[in-house]
């Protein structure tokens, strides 16, 4: 059996490696969505849009090949609706259990190609 041992990939132009074709996420965010929304902590997200109570946009800093993926969100002591995925955003609504929308923390991850 091999070992592979390496402190950095590079690309060939000597960037980071991208992972295209892989199961890994593309994107994942932890945000905080009450009063002045802000990034926890994410990958390969730029920016956020507070579309009004309960709505974000989790902007992509790399877009996805199409909407065709897979999108998985978790709010806290809310229900989660992940309304669209398309190649450039994620589109999330949190609504309580009497479905009225409300801020809240939000995690959030897809799977899929980037473009």
């Known amino acids: ?50 579309n009004g109570t309960g709505l974000y946009d989790m902007n992509y800093t790399n877009s996805m090949s199409d ?12 229900s989660p609706q992940l309304q669209t995925t398309n190649a450039s955003y994620l589109y999330v609504q949190s609504k309580n259990a009497s479905g009225t929308l409300v801020d809240s923390l939000v995690w959030a991850s897809n799977n899929g190609d980037l473009a």
Not at 21 to 41: D, E, H, L, P, V
Not at 67 to 78: E, K, P
């Open 67 to 78: 909407g065709n993926y897979s999108g998985q969100v978790n709010i806290q002591n809310a």
């Open 1 to 50: 059996m091999s070992t592979l041992k390496a402190d950095t990939i590079q690309s060939t132009g000597g960037g980071a490696a991208t992972l295209t074709k892989q199961s890994a996420a593309k994107m994942w965010c932890n945000m905080n969505g009450t009063g002045t929304i802000a990034i926890n902590g994410s990958f390969n997200v730029s920016s956020l849009d507070d």
